[in-house]
């Protein structure tokens, strides 16, 4: 399944978020999935430690973050999830990001590397990126997906 039907499907997608707190950042966009039945809330919090103790190693140059845990952290299916800030922040010392994609998978090596590849090439894609920050509803996200 490809990202935009896992996002969908977890009803996983924000936009113009407004929160300066990474922390908080990451449990919104955990929320979703919690709530669905995809992870459970020892997910998130296995992130937000990790990040605490490791750093936010998960934050790329180009603004966007992918926060992720071990599999045996709580996850219960594969699943995504997208929040669209309104501002960038700092996910702990990192470089600011704005666009937080949250992924969670069953095993290491899970199907849900065709959705890694996925973000990848959308990161590779100036056009799709510029588009995303300037969505303002979820359906517009779906669209440009």
């Given amino acids: 399944m490809a990202i ?3 996002l969908i499907e977890a009803q996983a997608i924000q936009v ?3 929160e300066t707190d ?3 950042v990451i449990q ?3 929320q979703p999935l919690v709530d669905n039945g995809y992870i459970l809330p020892s997910y998130y919090q296995a992130v937000i430690n990790n990040t605490l103790e490791h750093g936010a190693y998960y934050v790329f140059e180009e603004g966007i973050a992918m926060p992720h845990a071990r599999p045996e952290c709580g996850v219960i299916k594969n699943c995504f999830s997208l929040v669209l800030l309104a501002e960038p ?3 702990a010392d990192s470089d600011k990001a704005d666009i937080v994609i ?3 998978a069953r095993d290491s090596n899970g199907h849900i590397e065709e959705g890694i590849r996925a973000i990848v090439n959308l990161l590779g894609d100036n056009d799709v ?3 995303l920050r300037l969505a303002k509803a979820k359906e ?3 669209a440009i997906l």
Avoid: N, P, S, T
């Fill in 140 to 142: 517009e996200v779906i």
């Fill in 28 to 30: 919104l966009a955990a």
């Fill in 129 to 131: 990126m510029a588009r």
């Fill in 89 to 91: 922040i700092m996910f």
């Fill in 22 to 24: 990474w922390q908080k």
């Fill in 16 to 18: 113009g978020v407004r």
């Fill in 4 to 6: 935009k039907e896992l």
């Fill in 102 to 104: 949250m992924f969670a």
